[in-house]
């Protein structure tokens, strides 16, 4: 079938916001975590992209534990989540987080080489008539394959993505399997999740600023701005994961006709 972008979008916001009582109920074990992980990666590393990628892929496991639930609950409704994210792992979760792996392992290792590799560039660099370092002139010279390469995987990685879904409710799905069905569906696949994840980016970068505006501007909290900033950051931020996984979940239940106990319907020869 054809997907129509704009309904994914208007099913997906409709769902997330009509149960936005259940998102905190669901989010809040998981979202403590996060912090913790983060208040723990903030102690014992330094600002270095090593540290950074670790405490991204140690944050993936609570992460996981929500998506599984989120997604059960947009395609299974409230009875099925079996217990609140955060109290527990499954073979279910393990399953979910190796299609997850096969999604977007690739895009993580390029996105990996390249913070290690380019490093923080220094724009004063990047002047004309500017005198660059060979060694900082060979590392920048990688950044654009670097860059182009991460762009094209994440295009992939969204394109195969919403086959996430079907796992979080224990159908077996691979990434050709989602390649296959959403043959033909591809820009409306990408286009509604590239949508959501990254205007879900620019939400989170503005909810950070003004929490940080008004810790320090209207309470004088200069010291806890910067913990309470990213503390709201993190919770913004499972709120993009929440539309982004239910917009994954929307996709496999309208271009597979799925429904629980019924068999995937077959591929078109078109």
């Known amino acids: 079938m054809r997907l129509s972008f704009s309904e994914v979008l208007s099913e997906s916001f409709g769902f997330f916001f009509a149960n936005i009582r259940l998102f905190f109920d669901l989010v809040t074990i998981p979202w403590i975590m996060s912090i913790v992980i983060r208040i723990v990666g903030g102690l014992v590393s330094t600002e270095s992209p090593v540290g950074a990628l670790i405490e991204k892929a140690i944050d993936v496991v609570p992460a996981a534990m929500f998506v599984v639930a989120w997604q059960r609950l947009v395609l299974l409704g409230p009875r099925r989540v079996e217990r609140l994210p955060g109290l527990g792992w499954s073979s279910r979760e393990t399953a979910w987080l190796g299609h997850l792996l096969k999604v977007a392992g690739m895009t993580f290792v390029l996105m990996a080489i390249f913070m290690i590799t380019v490093g923080s560039m220094d724009p004063r660099a990047l002047r004309a008539g500017a005198a660059i370092d060979p060694d900082d002139a060979r590392r920048y010279a990688l950044a654009g394959p670097l860059a182009f390469g991460f762009i094209v995987s994440l295009l992939l990685a969204l394109r195969v993505s919403y086959g996430l879904a079907a796992t979080a409710v224990d159908v077996p799905f691979s990434p050709r399997q989602s390649w296959a069905h959403s043959r033909g569906n591809a820009w409306p696949v990408i286009g ?3 949508v959501v994840y990254f205007g879900g980016a620019f939400i989170t970068a503005v909810a950070v600023l003004l929490t940080h505006a008004v810790m320090r501007g ?8 910067a913990v309470v900033s990213w503390t709201v950051a993190i919770l913004v931020s499972y709120g993009v994961i929440a539309l982004t996984a239910t917009v994954q979940a929307v996709i496999f239940r309208r271009l ?3 429904r ?5 319907s077959a591929l078109s020869e078109s």
Do not use: K, P, V
């Open 260 to 264: 629980e106990g019924a068999g995937l």
């Open 192 to 194: 509604a999740l590239f």
């Open 218 to 225: 209207m309470l004088q909290a200069n010291e806890a701005a």
């Open 256 to 258: 597979l006709a799925w």
